[in-house]
DNA sequence: AATGAATGAGTCTTCATTCAT
DNA sequence: TATGAATGAAGACTCATTCAT
């Protein structure tokens, strides 16, 4: 039995792990129900079943939860290009999936706290500075299927083009998050519409 | 009677408007510098050259600045589209002036607030009506534009698709501010050339 | 015609007093709604309709207001005493007017200040003093009062035990006016009835 | 194994409750020396020997607190009731006890406050309503006892005398607390000479 | 005589953070 | 490892008072 190990308690760097865990999960809970600032340390130790004064031995400040949640996003972005490059057609395979990227932009839930991340960056520049690290990896994944998709096409694939269709690609993305904040009931099927027209021009032309 | 022409200056509506107008411009310079929440009363009234105190004779509450403070950016959009409106043919002009959108969204001044008024929305209920009300004025006066554009391009113009067309337009600018925010040095030029492509795309096919 | 020295304005005495008791008229009206505390200098200046700095012409200060109207209300007291001196035999009097002194103790109105002004006294030494002084007057007053109609009814005057039963009838008096404020549908008859059993045991035995 | 009877000394609740009363004995000093609104948090929480903030882990409130103060002056009043009503014969005993009812409410310290309290009940409708409740208890603790004696001497003991009676003993007690504070050096002697005439009148005729 | 704009000290309350246990 | 009691430095807001006009 591999369980024995972890009978021996004295700094189990494997349950330290987990309590980090444990309070980024409770993090996000707290960050998208009240914000960065809203969330309390309090409300954000009862949510993690842990109290308050405790969760400084695994982070140094409130400040450093938000900046591993922000990393926490990037990874679980990350994850989802990782999936469309493995799928044989990349570029197709975004306007198949149109309603599928629609219906994720447009669920509340966890985009509610990106918002709040984008708005913690402009006046903290730790924050900043891991967003825009965060955003180059993506961006270079992005950048990475869509030229292998317009090479196979022969499209040109100059960088200076590729930067601009990226640039507007991840702005809409992100925008379309924003706009499902406060107008929750467009209608899906013509922003499906909407976004298959735009990202064929983007990526197709 | 020689007093006669100072005497009657006793309360000077213009005065307090202007008062009022300096309360607004400060909170603009130190929302945009702290956010909602970092910037506090006293360093509004700093930057507004008036005790913290006064201010109260002018706006109920910080969520009034705050209120007051959205409806002001939303006149400055609404403004925007009516100078649209004027043009020969404002589709056209929407593509013509692309490097002109594109500068004005880059400009990190502005738009770093609107960032804070989406994340604001999204747990407070009376700026998310007030954001949802302007939302509402801006969209009718895009839509009538593109709606006449379309119409005299003998293109279709019914509801549903032209609901998706200019919420996808509408998510691409707002989402254009943001990358601003952590990506400010986008090559604008290819900014622009996508922006036609895509906008193109949307507004005359 | 006489009304000819009110023409010339120059610092009219009469007309400043005149605008003294608007100021503690307002302030009865304020500080009945709301206590002293409560009512603030902008609320008595509404009710005044004089501008709140120019309340300071006439007063130091708020508590020099509260100064004045606890004397004014002294003297209301000692008016309705001196009315009652003037009665055939004042101790049957008061037995005979039990029901118009129920029936103003219970009135909450005109009651709620003398409350706030002994809570006042507890803390403010001026109008502790100034409170002192005024019941001073009306203790004499009704002394000397119930001295001769005991005296014409062969009963014992001596000072001390005068000062009791003096003592006992003020205390239940004001005690009277605080019951009525938050037990305001007393049986009015049955505290008339025990109003008199007490009251007759007290000054004509 | 030493440290064992200190190591389980989480969450205690006696401690907690010790921290509370430890509160309410501060706000006790300061209520009487300055008010209810005169005591600032700040005073009470030097006067308690803790941080401001942290009363507010004892009480929700400013307000909070004075509710509570409020139920303690209750408790004792209530307790010097059911004392009473274990004699012999309660309503000989009130007679008998004159003098130290009489001192009771001499004692300036603890009856400056239910002045406030009754102040603060004709602002403060929360306030008001924990008054009127309190008061019920032991009108009706009083009541009884008054009954029992009435019909154990064959008098009347109809509600609506009863009432009567009631209100006026009350109304007296609580009359006398005020007088107490500006009229601080009364003859007890024959106050309780007066306070036996009246009472004897009021409960045994 | 009269205004009301303006001030600044003071109020209650919240919350990230520390520390004895 | 874990607690939660305790702190103190904010924050928004109120109000008596002053002063230029």
Redesign the pocket.
């Known amino acids: 039995m591999t369980t024995a190990p972890t009978a021996k308690?004295?700094?189990?760097p494997e349950?330290?792990q987990n309590?980090r865990n444990q309070v980024l999960e409770a993090a996000a809970v707290c960050f998208a129900r009240s914000g960065f600032?809203?969330?309390?340390?309090?409300?954000i130790s009862k949510q993690a079943?842990?109290?308050?004064?405790?969760i400084?031995?695994y982070f140094?400040?409130?400040?450093a939860i938000i900046l591993a949640f922000v990393d926490r996003e990037a990874e679980y972005v990350s994850g989802l290009l990782r999936d469309l490059a493995t799928r044989e057609d990349p570029l197709e395979a975004i306007l198949d999936d149109a309603h599928i990227h629609i219906d994720e932009s447009l669920d509340p839930q966890p985009w509610t706290v990106p918002l709040e991340m984008f708005a913690e960056a402009s006046r903290n520049p730790v924050i900043a500075a891991k967003l825009r690290e965060n955003e180059e990896v993506s961006r270079a994944q992005l950048r990475a299927l869509v030229k292998s998709g317009r090479e196979s096409r022969q499209l040109p694939v100059d960088d200076v083009l590729l930067d601009g269709r990226l640039d507007t690609m991840i702005s809409y993305f992100q925008g379309l998050s924003i706009r499902a904040l406060y107008r929750p009931n467009m209608n899906r099927a013509s922003l499906v519409e909407a976004f298959r027209v735009a990202m064929r021009a983007l990526l197709m032309t």
């Open positions: 308690r004295r700094t189990d349950r330290a309590r600032h809203g969330a309390s340390m309090s409300e079943g842990m109290s308050a004064g405790h400084y031995n140094d400040s409130k400040d």
